[in-house]
T-cell receptor, first 109, second 112 residues
Framework: AQRVTQPEKLLSVFKGAPVELKCNYS??????LFWYVQYSRQRLQLLLR??SRESIKGFTADLNKGETSFHLKKPFAQEEDSAMYYC???????????FGTGTKLQVIP | SAVISQKPSRDICQRGTSLTIQCQVD?????MFWYRQQPGQSLTLIAT?????????ESGFVIDKFPISRPNLTFSTLTVSNMSPEDSSIYLC?????????FGQGTRLTVV
């Protein structure tokens, strides 16, 4: 069975500091991994996906199959980054998405 | 992409009653997903609703408690039956377009 683990419930950083939100996964197949974000009073939305290898709002995430990790990083945190972040794994065999428990990022001015 | 309208956005219900949540998508989709998001916890998949067949429920969720309808490719309902305070949560409708998940705004349910 697939599993996504986000060890931190809350991460507080100062504005301008680097950010790293951790995500580890367990899946027997070839993983498709994503980061979703939920800003206050907004719906959950896609932030980025590993297959596109893109940088969105300054965030990047690299899939490390050896460590089964997909950590989300940003070199300089901004106040508007404060939100709830969910790591997610799409399992093609089951055609469903499994979410981690989420990490609340709090950027302190 | 997909735009999902979910209603009601919130409700306060008496224990023992039932609430039906509606989910409307602006395009035809094969599968629709219903999640529960409890405070401080992750999104937990309740069931997958396929048009023209019975919904597939995840472990810990049963049809008698969470009956689902899927009358066509753009609409689904989730009913929370015989509610108790433990059912207080946010319920989310979701669809997959390609590999990307899109979500409704959620229904915040409080059972008193």
């Amino acid at each position: 069975a697939q599993r996504v683990t986000q060890p931190e419930k809350l991460l507080s950083v100062f504005k301008g500091a680097p950010v790293e939100l951790k995500c580890n996964y367990s899946y027997s197949g070839s993983p498709e991994l994503f980061w979703y974000v939920q800003y206050s009073r907004q719906r959950l939305q896609l932030l980025l996906r590993h297959i596109s290898r893109e940088s969105i709002k300054g965030f990047t995430a690299d899939l490390n199959k050896g460590e089964t990790s997909f950590h989300l990083k940003k070199p300089f945190a901004q106040e508007e980054d404060s939100a709830m972040y969910y790591c997610a794994l799409y399992s093609g065999g089951y055609q469903k998405v499994t979410f981690g428990t989420g990490t609340k990022l709090q950027v302190i001015p | 992409s997909a735009v999902i309208s979910q209603k009601p956005s919130r409700d306060i219900c008496q224990r023992g009653t039932s609430l039906t949540i509606q989910c409307q998508v602006d395009s035809q989709v094969t599968m629709m997903f219903w999640y529960r998001q409890q405070p401080g916890q992750s999104l937990t998949l309740i069931a997958t609703a396929n048009q023209g067949s019975e919904a597939t429920y995840e472990s810990g969720f049963v049809i008698d408690k969470f009956p689902i309808s899927r009358p066509n490719l753009t609409f689904s309902t989730l009913t929370v039956s015989n509610m108790s305070p433990e059912d207080s949560s946010i319920y989310l409708c979701s669809v997959l377009t390609g590999l990307e998940a899109f979500f409704g705004q959620g229904t915040r349910l409080t059972v008193v």
